[in-house]
């Protein structure tokens, strides 16, 4: 069993650039204050660094 993450979003994506929009909707996060739990993989974790600043992530157990 693998942990697992969960991602809030908690800045909006308005006027930012696209690769951090496309980053946005890759981890599912489309709406303002939206909660998804994904899988702790590398990729997931990278994804996350590159919109740390838009985000609240904490990991589940």
Known sequence: MTAKLKVTLRK???GRPEK???V???LG???LN???ELENTPAIR???LKVLH???AE???
Request: no cysteine; proline share 0%.
């Open 29 to 31: 996060l489309t709406k």
């Open 20 to 22: 951090h929009r496309s």
């Open 34 to 36: 939206k909660t998804v």
């Open 59 to 61: 990991e589940i157990k």
């Open 24 to 26: 946005l909707r890759g």
């Open 46 to 48: 990278g994804m996350i």
């Open 54 to 56: 838009l985000v609240e």
């Open 12 to 14: 909006s994506m308005i």
